[in-house]
């Protein structure tokens, strides 16, 4: 492996300012499936070209597609042990699922129901957590606990892993930019980082408030990253053009807990407060400033809503939830 080149930013105090309530904030329109297997975490859905939606069971050792039309279900064992952390489906219709508990990253082939199966290089890197695609079709992903993110090369197979320079950064949620360049947010401190994806270095941006721990990342289309701060309940905005950090208090405030996130086609922000139960997705507009949308997971609770998409096509938001179900919201 190259050598890499860390490096440490320190931004600007953070501005943070009670955003405008705006008009009333008006619920989405939301739908739960219940998932067969009882108590299996269902989570981390992404939609395919067939309009199937794929999940894997993080205590169920399976993946499953739903199909929302008929509202069923169908099951893929995969290997004991793997608790499946997350799953994304690639341009080419395979079904990635990152291998939380046994160091690997495999796909799925739904036409056999056969894995291929990729190691860590390295078995330090014990936990692979969350995975991206770029535009070139090549993956990024993090590693929480073991405190690597990686690359692996589908055309080849070759894995690359790095480390931040911090001790015990936990890299947890990451995104993409639209100059191709990946971000990961550091739940284990108060940074988020960017790696520059030709020579892999990577950098760390220090959040102004020592207790900020951001949990889950997402960007918008003029490239500005945004945070969910899970300790203290502020939606980060950062500039990575000038460092500027502003911060907006959630609706539920230090109760909130956000944690999935996601952008729309819109560039507005979307997550869920798991501080309430039952669990809210909240709706912030970065134009007006202002939370535009708030509404209960009430069918379920959700308990904790961990991980969240926005699929364009249909414009909706997919999320699995603790109390066992598949959750849709259907985004104005």
Known sequence: MRSLLLAVL??????????????AKAP??????TVP?????????????????????????????????????KRYEIESGTNPHNLVVDKSGRIWFSGNRNARIGWLDPATGKSTIYH??????RDPHTMTFDKNGEMWFTAQFSNFVGHLDPKTGKVRLMKPATKDARPYGIVIDPSGRPWFDEFGTNKIASIDPSTFAIREYVLPNARTRPRRIAVTSDGTLWYGDYTRGMLGRVDPKTGAVREFPLPAAA?????AMASDDRDRIWLAETGVQPNRLVGFDPKSESWISITPVAQSGGLTIRHMIFHAPTRTLWFGTDANTIGRAVVP
Request: net charge negative; aromatic share 12%.
């Open 255 to 259: 109760q909130s807990l956000p944690y």
């Open 120 to 125: 860590m290089p390295d078995p330090a890197a």
């Open 37 to 73: 297997w009882e108590k299996t975490r269902p989570r981390d859905p992404f939609v395919d070209a067939q309009g199937r939606v794929w999940f894997v069971g993080q205590e169920g050792n399976y993946v499953a597609s739903l199909d929302p039309a008929a509202g069923t279900f």
């Open 10 to 23: 320190v931004l600007p105090v953070a501005d943070s300012r009670v955003p405008a309530q705006g008009p």
């Open 28 to 33: 989405l329109q939301l739908t739960e499936w």
